[in-house]
């Protein structure tokens, strides 16, 4: 599989003062990868063969592992990503959920799908039952240390579901990648679980060779579109192809309608201002498009000047790293210098050398669609662009024309009649180019529950119809395997005992 690499050295930064964090770690050799992958074979079967109720409780025992070391694993974490104690103690407590949730799925047992039919004159008996894919590579996402990382909601699922996994870590926060990886294989091992099991890998040219290794079945990632779409490529290129569930980031757009604006004006802009820099704007669920009716003609006259006030009143952070933050400066720029935008506001700038300022601009829907798809593309970070609408009947086209997104949102005011019939037509729309409509609410926060769909169109998702949260992601790593005229003593526990 080509040539062995030379060693080298993966350092992390404190975004606070862009110094290197802790001891660097060292990349995986090709040798190394190869290992890993071709060592899943053995575990594939035996974590399988467990079944789901002692998969369950190995899910549950590493929960356990990690809640255990929180202020270990919080003290490490801040150091690379600088996005504090408290964040970073939620987060932890959140993917330890997201373990304990789908152990709860594996123990109710309908993810399986099992079905029987037949057998009947002219009719073969049938049984079908959901089968694990596979070895599972996880490509770790740099602003979710933990809840889309090592022990994430990509190995959690690929796990419940009786796979392998191999984590690709990340650059930015290799040390925290280490220590969770050292905790999941210490709780798996102690629980029972077979070895080889569970493994990580760190470098760039390692993610790249673990995604060619034949062994593995399928990957999960999530990032930026361009990172998304090259390994897509590899995935649909290997000479046995494999199923890639990237997000690919989102600009989730929210809509004011005329009767929300014009009662709602400071809530909203508060609320806007609030999700638009949380987390430094570093999140996919970020509101990037903010379209509210134009104030020289419709109800609402006071959303602009309170959203700008609301915006003003922010204070920036530090980012993730210094090529986030020197691409969010980049897009920001690129945005300002737009000869159809404006800037609305500017918040407080934050301190260190990578600090982002949030930022506002304001444009008209004409000059948005005249400037499309440039205009609508994803600035990772606190910046938002709000677009003047004259109309719902100007605005529709315009926002189904805008390609998938994660999160679409409608504000209304359910007391208005003619709000509430603009309010079916945009949801209308966003159901067909979204993956999750809030209804007066906004799109950062995704709740770990059985009802979440957290996908979406492409290019939001390469595969719009799985989510990446809550107990559905386990269907990314199964596939429906049917069993036709079998004697029961030959088919798998879930399948014997259904009735056709």
Same mark, same amino acid.
């Given at each position: 599989?080509?040539?062995?690499?030379?060693?080298?050295?993966?350092? @992390?930064?404190?975004?606070?003062?862009?110094?290197?964090?802790?001891?660097?770690?060292?990349?995986?050799?090709?040798?190394?990868?190869?290992?890993?992958?071709?060592?899943?074979?053995?575990?594939?079967?035996?974590?399988?063969?467990?079944?789901?109720?002692?998969?369950?409780?190995?899910?549950?025992?590493?929960?356990?592992?990690?809640?255990?070391?929180?202020?270990?694993?919080?003290?490490?974490?801040?150091?690379?990503?600088?996005?504090?104690?408290?964040?970073?103690?939620?987060?932890?407590?959140?993917?330890? @959920?997201?373990?304990?949730?789908?152990?709860?799925?594996?123990?109710?047992?309908?993810?399986?799908?099992?079905?029987?039919?037949?057998?009947?004159?002219?009719?073969?008996?049938?049984?079908?039952?959901?089968?694990?894919?596979?070895?599972?590579?996880?490509?770790?996402?740099?602003?979710?240390?933990?809840?889309?990382?090592?022990?994430?909601?990509?190995?959690?699922?690929?796990?419940?579901?009786?796979?392998?996994?191999?984590?690709?870590?990340?650059?930015?926060?290799?040390?925290?990648?280490?220590?969770?990886?050292?905790?999941?294989?210490?709780?798996?091992?102690?629980?029972?679980?077979?070895?080889?099991?569970?493994?990580? *890998?760190?470098?760039?040219?390692? @993610?790249?060779?673990?995604?060619?290794?034949?062994?593995?079945?399928?990957?999960?990632?999530?990032?930026?579109?361009?990172?998304?779409?090259?390994?897509?490529?590899?995935?649909?290129?290997?000479?046995?192809?494999?199923?890639?569930?990237?997000?690919?980031?989102?600009?989730?757009?929210?809509?004011?309608?005329?009767?929300?604006?014009?009662?709602?004006?400071?809530?909203?802009?508060?609320?806007?201002?609030?999700?638009?820099?949380?987390?430094?704007?570093?999140?996919?669920?970020?509101?990037?498009?903010?379209? *509210?009716?134009?104030?020289?003609?419709?109800?609402?006259?006071?959303?602009?000047?309170?959203?700008?006030?609301?915006?003003?009143?922010?204070?920036?952070?530090?980012?993730?790293?210094?090529?986030?933050?020197?691409?969010?400066?980049?897009?920001?720029?690129?945005?300002?210098?737009?000869?159809?935008?404006?800037?609305?506001?500017?918040?407080? +700038?934050?301190?260190?050398?990578?600090?982002?300022?949030?930022?506002?601009?304001?444009?008209?829907?004409?000059?948005?669609?005249?400037?499309?798809?440039?205009?609508?593309?994803?600035?990772?970070?606190?910046?938002?662009? *709000?677009?003047?609408?004259?109309?719902?009947?100007?605005?529709? +086209? *315009?926002?189904?024309?805008?390609?998938?997104?994660?999160?679409?949102?409608?504000?209304?005011?359910?007391?208005?009649?003619?709000?509430?019939?603009?309010?079916?037509?945009?949801?209308?729309?966003?159901?067909?180019?979204?993956?999750?409509?809030?209804?007066?609410?906004? +799109?950062?926060?995704?709740?770990?529950?059985?009802?979440?769909?957290?996908?979406?169109?492409?290019?939001?998702?390469?595969?719009?119809?799985?989510?990446?949260?809550?107990?559905?992601?386990?269907?990314?790593?199964?596939?429906?395997?049917?069993?036709?005229?079998?004697?029961?003593?030959?088919?798998?526990?879930?399948?014997?005992?259904?009735?056709?």
């Amino acid at each position: 599989m080509g040539a062995e690499r030379a060693t080298a050295m993966i350092q @992390g930064y404190d975004p606070r003062t862009g110094e290197p964090a802790g001891e660097p770690v060292a990349e995986t050799t090709d040798e190394e990868v190869d290992a890993v992958a071709s060592a899943t074979a053995l575990p594939f079967g035996i974590w399988e063969g467990l079944g789901p109720a002692a998969r369950a409780g190995v899910l549950d025992a590493v929960a356990g592992a990690l809640d255990a070391r929180t202020d270990d694993l919080v003290a490490v974490a801040d150091t690379e990503t600088a996005l504090g104690s408290g964040r970073l103690s939620g987060e932890v407590a959140r993917t330890t @959920g997201q373990l304990r949730h789908l152990a709860g799925a594996l123990r109710d047992g309908g993810y399986l799908d099992a079905v029987a039919s037949g057998p009947s004159e002219g009719v073969p008996g049938l049984r079908r039952i959901n089968r694990p894919v596979g070895p599972v590579a996880v490509f770790a996402a740099s602003n979710f240390p933990f809840a889309f990382s090592v022990a994430g909601g990509d190995t959690a699922s690929a796990l419940a579901a009786g796979c392998p996994v191999i984590v690709k870590a990340h650059e930015n926060h290799p040390r925290t990648a280490e220590l969770t990886a050292r905790i999941v294989a210490g709780a798996l091992a102690g629980a029972g679980a077979p070895g080889g099991l569970f493994a990580i *890998v760190h470098g760039v040219d390692a @993610g790249i060779r673990l995604l060619n290794h034949p062994a593995i079945a399928a990957a999960g990632f999530t990032g930026s579109r361009r990172g998304g779409f090259a390994l897509a490529r590899i995935c649909a290129g290997r000479p046995v192809p494999i199923p890639f569930f990237g997000e690919l980031g989102s600009v989730n757009p929210v809509v004011v309608l005329p009767g929300a604006a014009d009662r709602d004006a400071e809530a909203i802009a508060a609320g806007y201002a609030a999700s638009l820099t949380l987390g430094a704007g570093q999140f996919c669920t970020n509101p990037g498009l903010l379209f *509210v009716p134009d104030d020289a003609r419709l109800p609402g006259a006071g959303l602009l000047s309170a959203i700008a006030a609301a915006v003003d009143a922010t204070s920036g952070g530090p980012m993730l790293s210094e090529r986030i933050h020197h691409g969010f400066e980049a897009a920001a720029g690129e945005l300002e210098a737009h000869p159809a935008v404006a800037l609305l506001a500017t918040g407080k +700038p934050g301190d260190g050398p990578w600090a982002g300022t949030p930022q506002a601009f304001r444009t008209s829907l004409d000059e948005f669609a005249a400037g499309l798809p440039g205009l609508a593309d994803e600035r990772f970070g606190p910046a938002g662009l *709000v677009i003047a609408y004259p109309s719902v009947d100007d605005l529709l +086209p *315009v926002l189904a024309g805008l390609g998938g997104n994660l999160v679409g949102t409608v504000h209304v005011d359910t007391g208005s009649p003619a709000d509430v019939a603009a309010a079916r037509r945009v949801t209308a729309v966003l159901a067909r180019t979204t993956g999750r409509v809030v209804c007066n609410g906004w +799109p950062t926060g995704v709740a770990v529950t059985l009802a979440q769909h957290h996908g979406g169109p492409w290019p939001a998702t390469t595969a719009p119809a799985y989510t990446s949260v809550g107990a559905a992601a386990i269907r990314r790593w199964l596939i429906p395997v049917a069993y036709q005229d079998f004697p029961p003593d030959l088919l798998p526990d879930a399948l014997r005992n259904i009735s056709p």
